[in-house]
């Protein structure tokens, strides 16, 4: 998985008046835990741009200047109003330890349901929850629909691999050709992909959803 690098600056004081100035300053709370030692440090916003708004899953490396710290997105908070990144988790990576990524899903190739028969492809999941050792994490799954027919469906079970657990169920539907009057009623966490030929279409930016395997501890910074 391609990692994106955030530059941080250790923090001492972690006091409310503290983490008021640093946001003012325009930089952002942030807390790595996971490791030997929980760090506070600073991060500048616009160094979240690659990780936050993208569709894309990837690892981080935090650099300290003397140290580098390899972790993932655990938690981000929004300002309600203004969209500012008020707070940032992060959870550091061991070589030997779990971890648990939310990965976009890639379709590719085209559906002969779609081409020939007049469905409809639908898109039920657009990310997928993987567990996996951090050197094993992919950077997205692939879909292969050249084979769907009308009716058809692609299920989770389909994209089984030693290198990693898909936490889903093997009956989860990823996708599917519906006719076109069927998807004239789709559920809400359907979208409808019509005449799609397995390219990707423009996709509004998603945050990182990530979670490790280890609980998570409650950041000083969140209670302020």
């Known amino acids: 998985m391609k990692s994106i690098e955030i530059t941080g600056t250790l923090r001492e004081d972690t006091g409310k008046k503290s983490t008021n100035l640093v946001r003012k300053s325009g930089g952002v709370p942030c807390v790595l835990y996971g ?48 969209d500012k990144i008020l707070h940032a988790d992060f959870y550091e990576l061991s070589d030997d330890k779990p971890v648990t990524m ?43 629909i050249s084979e769907l027919e009308l009716g058809d469906k692609f299920y989770t079970s389909e994209l089984e691999s030693d290198d990693y657990e898909l936490l889903h169920p093997n009956n989860t539907v990823v ?6 009057r069927a998807s004239m009623a789709l559920p809400e966490d359907e979208e409808s992909i019509e005449g799609e030929e397995g390219a ?8 990182a959803d990530v979670k490790s395997e280890a609980p998570k501890e409650e950041s000083q910074d969140s209670k302020e």
């Open 35 to 82: 490791g030997s030692e929980i760090i506070h440090f600073t991060a500048t916003e616009i160094g979240f741009r690659d990780l936050v708004y993208t569709a894309a899953a990837h690892t981080v490396v935090l650099n300290f200047g003397d140290k580098m710290k390899n972790a993932i997105l655990q938690d981000i908070q929004f300002h309600p109003v203004s």
């Open 102 to 144: 939310d990965i976009p899903v890639e379709l590719s190739g085209s559906a002969p349901g779609v081409l020939n028969s007049g469905g409809i492809l639908t898109r039920n999941k657009r990310k997928l929850r993987v567990k996996a050792l951090p050197g094993n994490l992919p950077d997205s799954l692939n879909v292969d």
């Open 175 to 180: 996708c599917q050709v519906r006719t076109s």
């Open 200 to 207: 990707e279409g423009d996709e509004s930016a998603e945050s």
